[in-house]
């Protein structure tokens, strides 16, 4: 009954997850949810006034497809003077969230057979959308060794001549992993004997960011004309719910997921849009305090992960996940049921330590799972202790 490319799609794995956790809490259990992805601040008050100020000022009615004049310069500004990269407003579509964006650019990118080349760990949802394209994933692994990069070398063996995109993903969801400037000049050194391929830069997380400055492969020598540089408000202002994304892209890129846009979803809601430009043009002090909360909870999480038998811990510079490596306790039993692979290791936790994490069978690397740290310290606290107890059940 059913399309053969809905038949194909898997479920998201973060929002089952979720969904998980919150049916649990429905029944009166006490669960710490360590599987969502969003900042848990709310949305600073300088934005929300100017969303209620555009409900009163009557922007109520469709929005140009690709976002309002104003939106589009404001991130245009922010580009520039962020990021170095030069961009007119024609070159800049709003979508739905930055989710919607990616999608966008690989369905405009992507003929069917055609390969993308995917870093894992990796989001859930990129090689879903590839697959929507008739697309092929191809997946390159990055252990945790290599800090969840991948190498020049790697990326080099990857590419075939059927290759069109690599999604990067930086700072990443989901290991917090963050290319430096350096790292991503070397791939781009690869990529310039490689004309035909794309790269789909996903920076949602750019300003969550613990080491400094924030690098696109854009800003790369002869980079910026095969590069679609994706971001928006989700994450640095704590506007999940918004659902304002954007990509900045060659004219003939913006101007095809436009035209794609255009038939599927039009413009994005026009109440956030004019949020979202306070977001970008407004005061940005709000944006380091939220930084500055996340790099604490990093370090305690990784402190306290680090103490827990059995994980393998690495330290992210970016984002707000912890990846630990929990292969140790496959094949390991507390008498009722047996860990057989990450997935079964995160259910343990949630049913066991009421935890709710995700295993890394998502994300491409089955001897991980991810815990996202947006959430109080004391949280974190009482989320590792009761992880600690509960795996000291395996034997």
């Not at 035909?196 to 997380?205: K, R």
């Not at 969550?208 to 004309?225: K, L, Q, W």
């Not at 413009?267 to 380091?288: H, K, L, N, R, W």
Request: hydrophobic share 40%; proline share 7%; with cysteine.
């Amino acid at each position: 009954m059913l399309s053969t490319l809905v038949n194909r799609l898997a479920p998201s794995a973060t929002l089952a997850m979720s969904q998980k956790s919150a049916e649990l809490k429905a029944q009166g259990v006490d669960v710490i949810n360590l599987s969502v992805g969003e900042p848990d601040f709310n949305t600073p008050d300088h934005i929300k006034e100017a969303a209620k100020k555009a409900v009163d000022d009557n922007f109520s009615r469709y929005s140009p497809v690709p976002g309002y004049p104003a939106l589009r310069k404001a991130i245009v500004e922010k580009l520039k003077n962020e990021n170095g990269l030069d961009y007119a407003p024609v070159q800049i579509v709003c979508s739905n969230g930055a989710k919607q964006c990616v999608c966008n650019a690989v369905m405009a990118l992507v003929s069917p057979g055609e390969e993308v080349i995917i870093p894992a760990p990796y989001w859930v949802s990129y090689p879903q959308m590839v697959l929507m394209a008739d697309g092929k994933p191809v997946f390159v692994e990055a252990p945790i060794e290599q800090d969840f990069k991948i190498t020049p070398e790697q990326l080099e063996a990857a590419i075939t001549p059927k290759t069109k995109a690599l999604i990067l993903c930086s700072p990443s969801n989901p290991t917090g992993s963050v290319y430096s400037a350096a790292e991503l000049e070397a791939l781009a050194t690869v990529l310039r004997r490689h004309p035909q391929v794309w790269v789909i830069s996903d920076e949602i997380y750019e300003h969550i960011n613990y080491v400094g400055a924030h690098a696109s492969i854009a800003a790369c020598p002869e980079m910026y004309d095969r590069t679609i540089v994706i971001n928006g408000v989700s994450k640095a202002y704590a506007m999940t719910g918004w659902r304002i994304g954007f990509l900045a892209a060659p004219l003939a890129l913006s101007k095809a997921c436009s035209k794609l846009q255009g038939q599927y979803t039009s413009g994005p809601c026009s109440v956030s849009q004019v949020a979202a430009t306070e977001a970008f043009a407004g005061p940005q002090d709000c944006v380091e305090t939220m930084r500055q909360a996340f790099a604490r909870r990093k370090d305690l999480i990784v402190k306290l992960a680090k103490e827990v038998p059995g994980f393998e811990v690495n330290d992210p510079h970016g984002a707000f996940y912890l990846f630990p490596k929990c292969s140790f306790y496959f094949g390991k039993s507390d008498g009722e049921r047996v860990i057989k692979d990450s997935m079964d290791f995160a259910l343990f936790l949630l049913e066991v330590a009421h935890v709710a994490t995700v295993g890394g069978d998502a994300f491409g690397s089955p001897e991980c799972f991810r815990m996202s740290y947006a959430t109080s310290d004391e949280n974190i606290v009482e989320a590792l202790r009761r992880i600690k107890e509960a795996v000291a059940r395996l034997k």
